[in-house]
Nanobody, 119 residues
Framework: QVQLVESGGGLVQAGGSLSLSCAAS????????MGWYRQAPGKQRELVST???????TYSDSVKGRFTISRDNAKNTVYLQMNSLKPEDTAVYYC?????????????WGQGTRVTVSS
């Protein structure tokens, strides 16, 4: 089992910045991909950004150029720096991890952290 603990988030005015972090813990696992999804009220959960073990990153078009994902492999931690925040970025942000345990890979989710951007 892998546990994900998120921190960060909160309330910020439009144009401001926030950072999120997510640490994975457990035993006997190796992480393939870590990243962030978000779910706004009344909407489906959507991809924000991911970071693979090989160092590749992806971003949704809506955050490209404003958000930056980074990862500390030694700490099994992923970070999301969010700049130039917009009211439409308001959502619950969920940490995501795909981890290999033995011969299989599993998906894990954090509890979510709320980001609110006021106009």
């Amino acid at each position: 089992q892998v546990q994900l603990v998120e921190s960060g988030g909160g309330l910020v005015q439009a144009g401001g910045s926030l950072s999120l972090s997510c640490a994975a813990s457990g035993s006997g696992f190796s992480i393939n991909t870590m990243g962030w999804y978000r779910q706004a009220p009344g909407k489906q959960r959507e991809l924000v950004s991911t970071f693979t073990s090989g160092g590749s990153t992806t971003y949704s078009d809506s955050v490209k150029g404003r958000f930056t994902i980074s990862r500390d492999n030694a700490k099994n931690t992923v970070y999301l720096q969010m700049n130039s925040l917009k009211p439409e970025d308001t959502a619950v942000y969920y940490c995501y991890c795909n981890a290999k345990i033995g011969a299989h890979s599993y998906n894990y989710w954090g509890q979510g952290t709320r980001v609110t951007v006021s106009s």
